[in-house]
């Protein structure tokens, strides 16, 4: 596995590999009222945020966090590769770049509605510079007990050995909650947003954890609209990924050609419904829950074979 895509050695580094182990943070926005309102909880989590950048207030602090008006003075400080990106959808290009420009290898990438054209554009510069992308328009990511960038609540989660990836936030939530809740912690849990360019999918994302004895099972919480699911369930019969993996799927009763919130979720016909989805999980052997409630009831079933 290439250590510049390994979001595990950057979050929580390695023992062997010294790659990425400063586990500092940059907030690009810290003083606007989202950024700063997560910036005090992804502290009080116990998140290294060492340092924010805001233009113009160079100089001052935030919850005693120096802000910086550039990347280049943020990271040569700090010698952070982690960025949270709380700008304006407007901003976000140029946030994103600069931020790759100096060093930064992982992009967590909050706001919503950024233009398509903007996303593809960081994501191919992202991915020309050996950085990462999550998002945009993710809750973001969190290594339970560890530290977390992004909007997620701290409560559901728990330390463990299960992995979960979600196409919606508050669905990463409460499935964790019910994990959690029956004795499933998480290694990892990462939002892959809700937008239709996603700089890190749901295959890539398995890719990141194939190899990992740390995790023991995943759970992948999807929705209508798109063919990620579609996409994900080809991949594993392809290359035989052997960990349990259980499913969920959003949006199961909602009428055909009927739009959700996420932009990617929309249905025509049959391409994107549920049915598609489930029935190429099936083909996978992935378990469907028909609930977030029933998804740990899946997951004993899945780890004792």
Same mark, same amino acid.
């Not at 973001?140 to 050995?161: C, D, H, L, S, W």
């Not at 994900?232 to 969920?248: E, M, Q």
């Given at each position: 596995m290439n250590s510049q895509f390994d979001i595990f050695k950057i979050l929580i580094g390695s023992s062997t590999d010294s790659d990425f182990e400063n586990k500092s943070v940059i907030i690009q926005g810290i003083t606007g009222s989202f950024g700063s309102t997560h910036t005090r909880l992804m502290k009080t989590y116990g998140t290294n945020i060492a340092a924010g950048v805001t233009p113009g207030k160079g100089g001052s602090k935030f919850e005693d966090i120096p802000v910086y008006n550039t990347m280049e003075d943020a990271t040569k400080s700090t010698g952070a590769v982690i960025s949270g990106i709380f700008?304006? %959808?407007?901003?976000?290009?140029?946030? %994103?770049?600069? %931020? @790759?420009d100096n060093g930064i290898k992982l992009l967590v990438a909050i706001p919503e509605h950024v233009p398509v054209i903007d996303s593809i554009k960081v994501y191919e510069y992202a991915k020309k510079q050996g950085a990462r992308m999550i998002g945009p328009n993710t809750p973001g990511v969190i290594v339970p007990k560890i530290m977390k960038v992004g909007i997620m609540p701290a409560q559901p989660f728990t330390e463990g050995n299960t992995v979960v990836f979600s196409r919606s936030g508050t669905l990463m939530y409460e499935v964790s909650f019910h994990l959690s809740k029956s004795g499933y912690g !998480?290694?990892?849990?990462?939002? #892959? &947003?809700?937008d239709p360019i996603n &700089?890190?999918?749901? @295959?890539? $994302?398995? *890719?990141?954890?194939?190899?990992?004895?740390?995790?023991?099972? @995943?759970?992948?919480? /999807?929705?209508? /609209? &798109?063919? %990620?699911? *579609? !996409?994900?369930?080809?991949?594993?019969?392809?290359?035989?990924? $052997?960990? =349990?993996? #259980?499913?969920? @799927?959003? &949006?199961? $009763?909602a009428p055909k050609e009927k739009r959700m919130g996420h932009a990617g979720a929309i249905v025509y016909g049959n391409y994107g419904s549920a049915e598609s989805k489930i029935a190429h999980?099936?083909?996978?052997?992935? =378990?469907v829950a028909k609930s977030p409630r029933e998804i740990p009831i899946l997951l004993k079933e899945q780890l004792k074979r």
């Amino acid at each position: 596995m290439n250590s510049q895509f390994d979001i595990f050695k950057i979050l929580i580094g390695s023992s062997t590999d010294s790659d990425f182990e400063n586990k500092s943070v940059i907030i690009q926005g810290i003083t606007g009222s989202f950024g700063s309102t997560h910036t005090r909880l992804m502290k009080t989590y116990g998140t290294n945020i060492a340092a924010g950048v805001t233009p113009g207030k160079g100089g001052s602090k935030f919850e005693d966090i120096p802000v910086y008006n550039t990347m280049e003075d943020a990271t040569k400080s700090t010698g952070a590769v982690i960025s949270g990106i709380f700008v304006p %959808a407007p901003f976000f290009y140029n946030a %994103a770049k600069e %931020a @790759i420009d100096n060093g930064i290898k992982l992009l967590v990438a909050i706001p919503e509605h950024v233009p398509v054209i903007d996303s593809i554009k960081v994501y191919e510069y992202a991915k020309k510079q050996g950085a990462r992308m999550i998002g945009p328009n993710t809750p973001g990511v969190i290594v339970p007990k560890i530290m977390k960038v992004g909007i997620m609540p701290a409560q559901p989660f728990t330390e463990g050995n299960t992995v979960v990836f979600s196409r919606s936030g508050t669905l990463m939530y409460e499935v964790s909650f019910h994990l959690s809740k029956s004795g499933y912690g !998480q290694r990892l849990a990462l939002g #892959i &947003g809700g937008d239709p360019i996603n &700089g890190t999918n749901l @295959i890539d $994302s398995f *890719e990141l954890i194939r190899d990992r004895d740390d995790v023991d099972s @995943i759970v992948v919480v /999807g929705e209508i /609209g &798109g063919d %990620a699911e *579609e !996409q994900l369930a080809d991949h594993i019969i392809k290359t035989n990924f $052997s960990k =349990p993996v #259980i499913a969920y @799927i959003a &949006g199961r $009763s909602a009428p055909k050609e009927k739009r959700m919130g996420h932009a990617g979720a929309i249905v025509y016909g049959n391409y994107g419904s549920a049915e598609s989805k489930i029935a190429h999980y099936l083909k996978a052997n992935v =378990p469907v829950a028909k609930s977030p409630r029933e998804i740990p009831i899946l997951l004993k079933e899945q780890l004792k074979r």
